[in-house]
């Protein structure tokens, strides 16, 4: 039985950082005269804060110099930040540490997969940054996913084969990034937009001992 690589993406899936993006974005569109929604906020997830900022402007209808779009980018990653500095260990997902925890019990590789820059400093402050073997962020790749390059980073740092790995995702694109890198994608939300994903679940606490076993086994 070969060992196993398991790669899990950060924001949706082991902590909820999603709120503050969406706290950050709303008072940035704010300043510049902006009404910002829940619904829009879905669109710029997983998406390049460049990207986000040109949706926002035009959702808004403006147009501003490029120096202030480097400052207003600068700022929201700044109020972004002064929400993180706060977190802690409560803010881990349910029964994410469970499934951490059974994984690194039998000995199978486990990593971080993420877009995000603040990767580290994010899990440092929910005391979890000594649990992974490999961490592979933002400041690793250059491609964003549906690109697999971060998967394929990861299974190449645990030195385990892509097609013996199993990643956990919350976003479309990253089970699309999965899915092209011959992983088993395992799906974190909800059914009908992660119909892409090899197996769904809710939230960790629906996924089985059972389940991960079969998957160890393989």
Known sequence: MSKKGFIFDLDGVIVDTAKYHFLAWKALAKSIGIDFSVEQNEQ??????VRSLEKILAWGNKTISNEQF??????KNDEYLSYISQMGESEVLPDVPRIINSIIK????IALGSASKNARQILKKVSLLGVFDAIVDGNDVTKAK???EVFLK???ALDIKPEHCIVFEDSVAGIQAANVANMISIGIGDKD???????IYKDFTELSPE???TLIKR
């Open 70 to 75: 480097t400052t207003l980018m600068q700022k």
């Open 211 to 213: 389940f991960l076993e």
């Open 44 to 49: 710029l997830k997983g998406v390049s804060r």
């Open 106 to 109: 039998s000995k199978q590789g």
């Open 154 to 156: 990861g299974a190449e």
């Open 193 to 199: 937009v992660l119909h892409e994903a090899d197996y």
């Open 146 to 148: 549906p690109d697999p």
